[in-house]
């Protein structure tokens, strides 16, 4: 489920990048160096479209940190919830780029915030599963791991799922329009709802009848 939702973030940065003015809604690391190379005069970039991205994307995180306290207790039913709100987020993305565009400043703005939004929420839940070397977004320590360690079946992974996701993304953005590319997003997401509520609903067997999917329950990183 994770490794989709990182092919989600490689879709939802090249719609921004490419489309909403050299701005990322993921990778906030992008962000804060364009704002330094924006401030410093850099053409093609803009200090109010990163400033933005990154309040939005703050303000999701603080939103998927509360709602990772309000459900500690089952990591599939918060993996859903925040799946569900992730795609209902992007749905409006999807619609406003459809009907209004997505070049004027009217409308690039709340595009940035909804996508900028929605990535600030996947990383709080995702950081709270603490699932190991799958972060959905930030490759730069994954990638060290991986030739420092010189292991890591899951830091290959993520890595080549993010490109993959970047690639088609770029493909939509660059030959048919964006969206497309956001609905493909939301297809993503709501299938990582679908597939995830179904496989840590209660089951029959060594926990008794109803019990809890046990790999869902426990965070990975501490059993």
Not at 38 to 53: E, K, M
């Given at each position: 489920m994770l490794l989709v939702l990182t092919v989600v973030t490689g879709l939802v940065d090249a719609v921004s990048y490419l489309a909403l003015g050299h701005v990322f809604v993921?990778?906030?690391?992008?962000?804060v160096v364009f704002l330094g190379f924006?401030?410093?005069?850099?053409?093609?970039?803009?200090?109010?479209?990163?400033?933005?991205?990154l309040?939005?994307?703050?303000?999701?995180?603080?939103?998927?940190?509360?709602?990772?306290?309000?459900?500690?207790?089952?990591?599939?039913?918060?993996?859903v919830v925040s799946t569900?709100?992730?795609a209902a987020l992007l749905a409006g993305g999807t619609a406003l780029a459809a009907l209004a565009g997505y070049t004027a400043d009217p409308v690039r703005y709340p595009l940035i915030g909804l996508l900028g939004f929605a990535m600030?929420?996947?990383?709080?839940?995702?950081?709270?599963l603490r699932v190991p070397d799958l972060t959905t977004?930030?490759?730069t320590m994954t990638i060290t791991a991986?030739?420092?360690?010189?292991?890591?079946?899951?830091?290959?992974a993520s890595a080549v799922w993010m490109f993959g996701g970047a690639l088609l993304g770029a493909v939509l953005v660059l030959h048919a329009?964006?969206?497309?590319?956001?609905?493909?997003?939301?297809?993503l997401l709501a299938a990582v709802a679908i597939l995830t509520d179904r496989a840590s609903r209660p089951h029959s067997g060594q926990d008794g009848p109803g019990g809890p999917a046990p790999a869902w329950t426990a965070p990975e990183g501490g059993s």
């Open positions: 993921a990778n906030m690391t992008g962000n924006a401030l410093a005069g850099a053409p093609g970039l803009s200090a109010t479209a990163s400033l933005a991205a309040a939005a994307f703050l303000l999701g995180a603080l939103a998927g940190g509360r709602l990772c306290e309000v459900l500690p207790g089952h990591r599939g039913r918060l993996l569900v709100v992730q600030g929420l996947q990383n709080a839940v995702v950081r709270h977004t930030v490759l991986l030739a420092a360690d010189r292991s890591g079946t899951r830091r290959l329009d964006v969206p497309a590319a956001l609905g493909l997003a939301l297809a």
